[in-house]
């Protein structure tokens, strides 16, 4: 298992996936009105419903005091690949650029778990 703080980490950001993740299956009118209009109403409550599912997952490991090397890993390359999207469909000009409001936020969790992966590897002898 990894350091104490890392908890604290996967607590915030599982909190964060799942708000996000519920926020347009609750209330999409809402949703819409922040991110812009939306064709495939489904594909946008699929994609809300996994990130609210790895949120919970995230969330149960930091109240459980388990987050494992397998749940840093879920929490880094989700955020990852969430940030990877944003990014590049902003600026492809597919997707509008409030995106990058949610890209900032998820570039921040994937280096606090490099930071938190680095110090459980700790110093090296030899």
Do not use: N
């Given at each position: 298992?990894?350091?104490?703080?890392?908890?604290?980490?996967?607590?915030g950001?599982?909190?964060?996936?799942?708000?996000?993740?519920?926020?347009?299956?609750?209330?999409?009118?809402?949703?819409?009105?922040?991110?812009?209009?939306?064709?495939?109403?489904?594909?946008v409550q699929?994609?809300?419903?996994?990130?609210?599912?790895?949120?919970?997952?995230?969330?149960?490991?930091?109240?459980?005091?388990?987050?494992?090397?397998?749940?840093?890993?879920?929490?880094?390359?989700?955020?990852?690949?969430?940030?990877?999207?944003?990014?590049?469909?902003?600026?492809?000009?597919?997707?509008?650029?409030?995106?990058?409001?949610?890209?900032?936020?998820?570039?921040?969790?994937?280096?606090?778990?490099?930071?938190?992966?680095?110090?459980?590897?700790?110093?090296?002898?030899?």
């Amino acid at each position: 298992m990894l350091r104490s703080g890392t908890c604290a980490l996967a607590g915030g950001q599982g909190l964060y996936f799942l708000v996000t993740g519920v926020w347009p299956l609750a209330h999409m009118e809402s949703f819409l009105a922040v991110t812009g209009p939306k064709t495939d109403l489904w594909l946008v409550q699929t994609v809300g419903a996994l990130i609210a599912a790895v949120g919970t997952a995230l969330l149960l490991a930091a109240l459980s005091g388990r987050v494992t090397w397998d749940v840093a890993l879920l929490g880094a390359l989700t955020a990852a690949a969430l940030a990877a999207v944003d990014i590049t469909f902003v600026t492809r000009d597919v997707i509008p650029p409030v995106y990058l409001a949610d890209a900032v936020p998820e570039v921040v969790f994937v280096l606090w778990w490099l930071v938190g992966a680095a110090r459980a590897a700790g110093p090296r002898s030899g």
